[in-house]
Structures are given as C-alpha cells and as structure tokens.
C-alpha cells in the first residue's frame, strides 16, 4: 500500500486481537496507535489527515466507529474481530491477516484515486467542512454481505430494505421507473428483487438512500434531483445497453446516472445562500467562484469515498463535460453524459447540449438522434 495513506488506530487493551501485530499486515504508514476515547481519535484524524480508521470490536472500538460514521464519515472504517461480528457502523469486517491484507489492497487504490481526485486536498476540505454529508445507508454493507454469502437469500434482503419504511418507497418508485422496463407495477421489495436479481437491486438501494432532506427547505430540491436522477440512470442504463456495453456496465451506467448529481445536495444542504447565486448558463464558473469546486467533483469525491468503481467515479465527475479526459470509446462515461444532456434538452437531440469534442472522439456522434428516439419511446 501506498505510504501515503494513514491510518489511525484505536489500540484497546481489552481486546483478544493484538492490533499492533495486524498493523504489519499492511504496510500503509500508521498513525501512532491510539489507547482513548472518540475525541482523541478525531484529533489525531484531523491532523494526520487519515484515510483509515482500525479498531477491534469492543465498546471503546466500536463508539468510534460509529463516532467517526457521523464526524468523519469520507474516512474507511475497518473492524478488527472474530467471524461473524456484526459490523455496526463499520465498514469492514476482517477476521484474518490474509483478509485484511485483501482488503488493504482493495482500498489503496480507491484511495489513491480519492487523492488524485481531491485537487490537492482543495475538495477534501471543502466536503470536511460541510455539517451534512449523504451517507451510505446504514443496510448497505449487511446487504453487501448476504448478496456475497454463500447461500443469498431474496426474504432476508427484502427484510432488511423494508425495515426503512422511506427507503422502500423509493426503491419501489425506481424499480417501478419506465425505463426499468419492467411490464408489471412491482409492490413489495421481495417480488423486485426476484424480478430484477440481487446484484441489481443492491445498487439501486444505494442510491435510493444518500438523498435525504434535512429539513423542509431542502425537499423541494431533493424531490426535483432524485426526479430527474432516476431518469439520468435509467437512460444512461438503456444507452450503454444498445452500444453493446455489458451488463455490469450497463449497472454501473445506471448507478452513475442516479449519483450523478449528489453533490448539488451537499451545496444546497451546506451553503444555501450562495447556492441559489448560481447562474445556470455559468454553473461550473459559479460554482468554482463560489465553493472552490463544482457539483460534478464533489459528487464524485463522494463516490470514490463509497469505494465504488472507477467507472462509476469516472462517469459522475464528468458527466458534464467528459472531454476533460481522454477516451477510447463509447463507456459509462459516455452513457452517463449522453443521458443528462437529453434530459437538459428535453429530450430533443440538441447537439447543443452535448460535449461535441468527446462523442467525435469516441465516434458516436452520429448515436444523437437515436439516443434520443429511444428516450423517447421510453417515457411514453
């Protein structure tokens, strides 16, 4: 791993795993370990700049992990405990040194991007500053976990998505979309999750989670971001599809097109006088003269914090302008732009809308007209 990564350790004396021992598992560069309570812990994140948060799974361990979920929520939450644990607020579970030295990999190069995508720190500071941040749902790791068991069952993941009474109405109301395409209203999360498959539903779980308002000033928006979003994604899933993307690409697409837009919820939620300021015909200018960086950035620093795929960051940073980055054909990124350049022009296939320099490069600029006649014919 990258010795740039820190990490910060909550050493508690009463557990049964030596964390000093695991800590050579992984060879990141470790903040001197930590025996205290959360406001300790948070000093030594803050001024370390860490990205890794360990602890064993005690109450000294896991107040932390729940702590850090609400102060610090852009930093990686890994428990240290036998198989089995619960996780709680973490967002890790490891039981072995072979696990964790899995895990450390995985993470280091999402990290690594985070950092790269961060504009020298620039955007990590402005999203510590925010006092409201979308978070991932607190189901999402447990459903992760019975997605990935052994023996997946569809009754425990529709009993763990209806336990949020919110969160099931907005995951029907994006299975339930057009351009799911879907010929049956579907009514319970059981039946959507046999329609569509787990590995489906779980994403749109995510996504159906992060926009919360909180507090009646921020409805209005929220309704109006999570509207047009379930249209982005739903299109952007249907173009990657008819260019022949496969269908983890076509999720990712999906997923990307739900985000895509996320980090105007922080703006607004944070900063809602200057928010109101931005000059649409101006955004990204605005939005830089105002806030340092641009809804699109922020919306994929918080992806890549979520630890989702490059694609998925790649195409939510850029789905404005995905010239910004060279490309060597049609991809998420693609689709993801393509899809909310047609819902900005009203479906109109606009040349105007589009960013003209990255579809000639990637040779689809021809592809217009047909995007937007199956957008189209998908909404009627």
Not at 132 to 137: A, K, S
Not at 180 to 191: A, F, N
């Amino acid at each position: 791993m990258s010795q740039s990564i820190a990490a910060v350790v909550i050493n508690d004396e009463t557990s049964d795993l030596s964390l000093p021992s695991a800590l050579n598992w992984g060879g990141f560069r470790v903040v001197p370990s930590f025996a205290g309570d959360l406001d300790g812990a948070a000093v030594l994140a803050s001024s370390e700049g860490s990205d890794i948060i360990i602890a064993t799974a005690t109450p000294i361990g896991r107040g932390v992990m729940t702590g850090f979920a609400d102060r610090f929520p852009l930093v990686v939450r890994i428990l240290i405990a036998p198989p089995g644990t619960a996780p709680g607020d973490a967002q890790h579970v490891v039981s072995s040194r072979s696990e964790f030295a899995e895990l450390v990999t995985q993470l280091s190069s999402q990290i690594e991007r985070r950092k790269s995508a961060s504009d020298g720190g620039r955007l990590k500071h402005l999203v510590e500053r925010a006092r409201h941040l979308p978070t991932l749902p607190k189901i999402y790791t447990a459903l992760q976990d019975e997605v990935n068991s052994e023996d997946p069952q569809i009754a425990r993941v529709a009993a763990l998505v209806e336990n949020d009474p919110a969160l099931t109405v907005r995951v029907l109301q994006l299975v339930n979309s057009p351009m799911m395409g879907l010929r049956h209203d579907v009514t319970d999360v059981k039946q959507a999750a046999a329609l569509i498959g787990l590995r489906r539903l779980t994403p749109l779980v995510l996504a159906s989670g992060v926009f919360e308002p909180v507090s009646p000033f921020d409805q209005r928006l929220i309704e109006r971001l999570w509207s047009d979003s379930l249209l982005v994604g739903g299109l952007a899933r249907m173009i990657a599809a008819q260019e022949g993307l496969d269908t983890q690409l076509a999720d990712e697409a999906q997923l990307a097109g739900l985000l895509h837009d996320i980090g105007e919820v922080v703006l607004f939620q944070n900063w809602r006088d200057d928010y109101m300021k931005i000059d649409l015909a101006q955004r990204d200018r605005d939005e830089i003269r105002l806030f340092g960086s641009t809804h699109a950035a922020i919306s994929g620093y918080l992806c890549s914090s979520w630890n989702l795929t490059g694609g998925v960051v790649d195409a939510v940073t850029l789905h404005h302008l995905p010239s910004r980055r060279s490309s060597e054909g049609v991809g998420v990124t693609t689709a993801v732009h393509a899809a909310r350049a047609l819902v900005d022009a009203g479906m109109d296939p606009d040349t105007a809308a589009f960013d003209l320099e990255h579809l000639e490069e990637v040779g689809a600029v021809d592809r217009i007209e047909d995007w937007a006649a199956m957008a189209v014919e998908a909404r009627v």
